[in-house]
C-alpha cells in the first residue's frame, strides 16, 4: 500500500530536458521531505536533491545546480525532477526516496521502483 512509483524516464540528447514524476500513495506525503537519489551504472548510490516537506526550501548536489528543479504538488501527492541541459553523466536510474521522518536520525524509509534516464547521442 505504501509506495512511490517514479516515471518520466527515457532516452534524451545531450542538452535536452526531461521531466520525473514520482507518484505517492499509503502515506501523508504533504508531512515528508523527499529525495532524489540516482544511481549509475556500475556505481553507488549519488544524493540528488532534497525539498522540505511545504516545498519552500530545496537542495542540490553541485553537479546539477542551475540544471535541476525538484519540486512537488502536494495536492496530487507528487514529487518531480526536472532536469535541463543534460549531459552524458547524468544517465542513471533515479529514484525518489522518502525521509523517515525521525526526530533523531536522518533515513531514506522508502523507495521507488527508479526510472531509467538515459542520455546519448
Known amino acids: 500500500q505504501v509506495q512511490l512509483v517514479e516515471s518520466g524516464g527515457g532516452l534524451v540528447q545531450p542538452g535536452g530536458p526531461l521531466r520525473l514524476s514520482c507518484a505517492a500513495s499509503g502515506f501523508t506525503f504533504s508531512s515528508r521531505w523527499m529525495y532524489w537519489v540516482r544511481q549509475a551504472p556500475g556505481k553507488g548510490l549519488e544524493w540528488v536533491s532534497t525539498?522540505?516537506?511545504?516545498?519552500?526550501?530545496?537542495w542540490y548536489v553541485d553537479s546539477v545546480k542551475g540544471r535541476f528543479t525538484i519540486s512537488r504538488d502536494n495536492s496530487k501527492n507528487t514529487l518531480y525532477l526536472q532536469m535541463n541541459s543534460l549531459k552524458p553523466e547524468d544517465s542513471a536510474l533515479y529514484y525518489c526516496a522518502r525521509d523517515g521522518g525521525s526526530e533523531y536520525f536522518n533515513a531514506f524509509d522508502l523507495w521507488g521502483q527508479g526510472t531509467l534516464v538515459t542520455v546519448s547521442s
Open positions: 525539498i522540505d516537506s511545504g516545498g519552500s526550501t530545496t
